[in-house]
C-alpha cells in the first residue's frame, strides 16, 4: 500500500509531514529504513472516545506497521487516572476508577478500526495499569522516582502552564514517572526501542528515554551508547493559518459517530479552506504523493470532496462514508429523503401553544446561544423546511413535515428536529 522510494520511510514520513521532533536522527532512520523495529503509541482513555489528534497520530502508527515494523498501542488504565499536565493551564479533572474503566473498552474498541490488530504484523494492545497498578508507592519511587530531578523536572515544558498558572500538585508531578517507566517496561519486555506521538508529548518521550538509560546502568553498568531508546513526534494538528484543527462550534471533532455524527465529521472536512487541503491528503490517506499534489492544483473542489470522503471511510467506514455522500447529494438536490442528515429529538408539547422560531432554535446546537440565533435569521441565514426564517415566526404542528422539521443555517449546516 506503502510507495517508498528507494525503501526509504523515514523521508517517507517527512515529505507526507508526520516528523517533527526527533532524539536520534541517524540511529532512527537506520531503524526504519534497514531494520523491524517495535515502537509504541500511547493513549490516555481520559474520554470514552478519540479525537481527531488521536486519529493523527494513529495514523503514523499504521504507515509504520504498513512498512512491516511492529505496533504496540498503549492504553493508558494508570495514567488516565493522574491526568496529563502537558500543556494544561489547569489541573485536570480527576476521573473515577469506573470511569476510566469503561473508557478504557471504549478506547480500544476504537482504536482496531484504525491499526490492524489481526492477520499480518499484527499491532499489541496493552494498559499500563496491569504493570504500574501492582507497584507499591515505596517500591515505585526508590526504583523510578530516585532517577527524577525535580528542578530539571520543573524546567520541562510540559509543566510550563501549570507553573504560570500557580504550579502543579505532587499528583501531576507524578505522571511523568508513570509514562517514562512505561517506556523502559515495554523495551525490556517487549523489545520496544521506539516511542511515538504529538509534540506535546516530547518532555514525557525524552525522560523515558533518560530513565531507561539511567535505570540501565544501576542494574548493569552498561553506558548510554548501549541503550537503544529513541523517541519521535508528529506535530500537533493545526491549519494553514496557524489556528489548531479539529475545533467545531460544539468542541472537538471526535470519532465516535454519538459525539460527532458522520455528516458534520465529512463536512468538517470538506469546508477545510483551500490551503490544507493537500496537507490532509497527505496525512490522512495513503494516496501517493505526487497524485495528491497534481489534484490539488488542477481541482481544488474534487480535491476537497475526495478528501473529505477518503477521511470519512477511513474513520467510520466505506459504507458510512457513501451514505454521507448520498445525504449530501439529497440535500444540495431539493429531495425530500433527510434520513442521513443529524438529529435531535423535541417534545411535541413545545408546538402545542406555537413556539417564537428564536426560542425554537436556541434549544439546538446548531447555535451556541440565543443571540446568535437571531442574528442568524435577521441576516436571512436561517431556513425551516427550505423557507428562509423570520424573527418573528411562530412555529406549530401545521408546519411538521411527518412530525419533523429541517433546519439549515447558512449553506451547509442541517440538523432534523424530530418531534415526539
Not at 505526487?290 to 481544488?300: A, H, S, V, Y
Not at 443571540?371 to 401545521?398: L, Y
Amino acid at each position: 500500500m506503502l510507495q517508498i522510494k528507494n525503501g526509504d520511510l523515514f523521508s517517507y514520513l517527512k515529505e507526507r509531514g508526520y516528523v517533527y521532533q526527533i532524539t536520534h536522527e541517524d540511529e532512527i532512520k537506520k531503524a526504519l529504513n534497514q531494520e523491524k523495529v517495535t515502537f509504541y503509541l500511547g493513549i490516555d482513555p481520559t474520554a470514552d472516545s478519540l479525537h481527531i489528534g488521536h486519529f493523527f497520530a494513529l495514523m503514523m502508527f499504521r504507515h509504520l506497521q504498513e512498512a512491516g515494523h511492529k505496533g504496540i498501542v498503549l492504553i493508558g488504565g494508570a495514567t488516565a487516572m493522574v491526568g496529563d499536565p502537558s500543556g494544561k493551564s489547569d489541573m485536570r479533572k480527576m476521573i473515577t476508577k469506573e470511569t476510566v474503566e469503561k473508557n478504557l473498552e471504549e478506547v480500544k474498541t476504537l482504536v482496531k478500526r484504525f491499526v490492524k490488530t489481526d492477520g499480518e504484523n499484527p499491532a499489541t494492545i496493552v494498559n499500563n495499569g496491569d504493570w504500574i497498578n501492582p507497584y507499591d508507592y515505596i517500591s515505585f519511587m526508590r526504583d523510578v522516582g530516585i532517577h527524577f530531578n525535580v528542578n530539571k523536572m520543573l524546567a520541562a515544558d510540559a509543566y510550563a502552564k501549570r507553573m504560570e498558572a500557580g504550579g502543579l500538585t505532587f499528583l501531576e508531578m507524578g505522571y511523568m514517572l508513570m509514562q517514562a517507566y512505561d517506556f523502559v517496561h515495554l523495551n525490556k519486555n517487549y523489545g520496544c526501542t521506539l516511542q511515538i506521538g504529538g509534540s506535546d508529548q516530547w518532555g514525557n518521550i525524552v525522560a523515558g528515554i533518560d530513565l531507561g538509560r539511567k535505570m540501565k546502568f544501576a542494574e548493569t553498568g552498561e553506558t548510554e551508547e548501549e541503550n537503544e531508546m529513541y523517541g519521535l513526534t508528529c506535530p500537533l494538528l493545526m491549519t494553514n493559518d496557524g489556528k489548531k484543527m479539529g475545533k467545531t462550534e460544539s468542541g472537538a471533532l471526535w470519532v465516535a459517530r454519538e459525539k460527532t455524527t458522520t455528516f458534520d465529521f465529512y463536512q468538517y472536512f470538506y469546508n477545510v479552506n483551500d490551503d490544507d487541503v493537500e496537507s490532509l491528503l497527505k496525512l490522512f490517506t495513503f494516496k501517493p504523493t505526487q497524485e495528491i499534489e497534481d489534484l490539488c492544483k488542477n481541482d481544488i473542489i474534487k480535491a476537497k470532496r475526495t478528501m473529505a470522503y477518503e477521511v470519512t471511510k477511513l474513520v467510520h467506514g466505506e459504507e458510512a462514508a457513501d451514505e454521507v455522500i448520498k445525504a449530501v447529494e439529497t440535500l444540495y438536490s431539493n429531495k425530500v429523503n433527510y434520513d442521513n442528515v443529524p438529529s435531535i429529538d423535541l417534545e411535541k408539547s413545545l408546538l402545542n401553544q406555537g413556539i417564537n422560531v428564536i426560542e425554537l432554535l436556541a434549544l439546538t446546537d446548531l447555535f451556541s446561544s440565543k443571540g446568535e440565533a437571531r442574528r442568524m435569521v435577521q441576516q436571512n441565514g436561517v431556513s425551516i423546511n427550505s423557507e428562509k426564517a423570520k424573527p418573528e415566526d411562530t412555529i406549530t404542528e401545521a408546519d411538521l413535515e411527518d412530525n419533523f422539521l429541517i433546519v439549515q443555517k447558512g449553506k451547509k449546516k442541517f440538523l432534523k428536529l424530530n418531534f415526539n
